[in-house]
Each structure stands twice: as structure tokens, then as C-alpha cells.
């Protein structure tokens, strides 16, 4: 069985989330999400989810694409994330091209999804903040 494994914070999720799910889950044959904490959000990432990690993790739970959800809690864990889960294929969306090169020593592959065109959590958020 072939593991495809990404990382993200996945708050107000939109068909930009789904369609880069769908494309992981293509890469292979069980996708585990690492969804980010409200801890590592807050604390790491400097930034507030309008959902919480528990109401996150229901939402891509209830995902066709999704097997496995787990918490993200730090930047450094995905080498051990990789070597626990038996993980083949790391995937993330191509803003991050590059960044994650070294887990290719791993042995596990790496691609960067290109993003959905027009969507984003930010653009969602500026958006409702202007009412728009």
C-alpha cells in the first residue's frame, strides 16, 4: 500500500482544499492528513483558525479522499511523521516548492501540488472582513 501524507491548517475549508486532496490521494493509495493544532497555529504560525483543531478534524474526516487525520504540532516532525506512518509520497501545495526537498533522504518522494487558482483561506477571510 502506497501512503501519501500533507500537512495543513485546513480552516474554512473550500474546493481548494478538496481539489488538493483529491490530487494527494491520487498520488497513492491512503492519505493521512497533519492537520495543524490551534497550539502550533497560534503559537508557531501566528495565526488564529475561525474553527478549532477538533472541528477541523471532523470536517476531513468526512472527506472521501481522507484515511487518517493527525495532529501537526511542530515544524520538525515530519521527518518522524515520514519513518512512524511508513509514509512513501510527502505532498503539499507548490507556495511551499522547494522547502521540503529534504525529506527526498527519507526515501520518501516529493511533490508540490500546484494551487487552486482564485481560492484561498486569506482571500475567504479578506473577503468576509470587507464585506464582500
Known sequence: ???VITYGT????????I???RRAKALGDYLIVALSTDQFNRCQKNKTSYFSYEQRKELLEAIR?????IPEESWEQK???IK????DVFTIGDDWKGKFDFLKEEGCEVV???????IST???KTNLSHGN
Open 1 to 3: 500500500m502506497k501512503k
Open 10 to 17: 485546513f480552516d474554512l475549508l473550500h474546493y481548494g482544499h
Open 19 to 21: 481539489n488538493l486532496l
Open 65 to 69: 479522499y481522507v484515511d487518517m487525520v
Open 79 to 81: 521527518r518522524g511523521d
Open 84 to 87: 512512524k506512518y511508513g509514509v
Open 112 to 118: 508540490y501540488l500546484p494551487r487552486t487558482p482564485d
Open 122 to 124: 486569506t482571500q475567504i
